[in-house]
C-alpha cells in the first residue's frame, strides 16, 4: 500500500488549498479513504472520509469549509479547503480507515503534507 499526499503549502487566512493523494498497491475502488491531521504539539485530528460509493463525513471544526472526492479511474482522493485559519496548520495525512469513515483509526497512512495558514 501506497499513500502519496501533494498540494500543501503556505496559504493566507481565507485561501484555499486542495490537497490530492494518490493511491497504490490495493484495489482503491473497494476502499473507504480519510483524511486527518496533526497540528504542532497536538494528536492525530480525524477531518473526512468518503465512502466506496461516495458517501462523505466532515469534522465539526471544517463542515462547510472543506469537500472530501474521490476519483476511483486514477486512483485519487482529494480535499479542497477553503476559507483557511491559523488553527488549520498541520500536517495533513491521507489514510485507509480500519472500518467507518468517521472514526480516528487507520490501517495505513501517507507521509503527510503541511499546511500553513498564516498572514
Known amino acids: 500500500v501506497q499513500l502519496v499526499e501533494s498540494g500543501g503549502g503556505w496559504v493566507q487566512p481565507g485561501g484555499s488549498l486542495r490537497l490530492s493523494c494518490a493511491a497504490s498497491?490495493?484495489?482503491?475502488?473497494?476502499?473507504?479513504m480519510s483524511w486527518a491531521r496533526q497540528a504542532p504539539g497536538k494528536g492525530l485530528e480525524w477531518v473526512s472520509g468518503?465512502?466506496?460509493?461516495?458517501?462523505?463525513h466532515y469534522a465539526a471544526s471544517m463542515e462547510g469549509r472543506v469537500t472530501i472526492s474521490r476519483d476511483n479511474t486514477q486512483n485519487i482522493v482529494y480535499l479542497q479547503m477553503n476559507s483557511l485559519k491559523p488553527e488549520d496548520t498541520a500536517v495533513y495525512y491521507c489514510?485507509?480507515?480500519?472500518?467507518?469513515?468517521?472514526?480516528?483509526?487507520?490501517?495505513?497512512r501517507g507521509q503527510g503534507t503541511q499546511v500553513t495558514v498564516s498572514s
Open positions: 468518503i465512502s466506496t460509493v461516495g458517501g462523505t
Open positions: 489514510a485507509i480507515p480500519k472500518s467507518y469513515i468517521w472514526l480516528n483509526d487507520y490501517n495505513y
Open positions: 498497491g490495493f484495489t482503491f475502488s473497494r476502499s473507504a
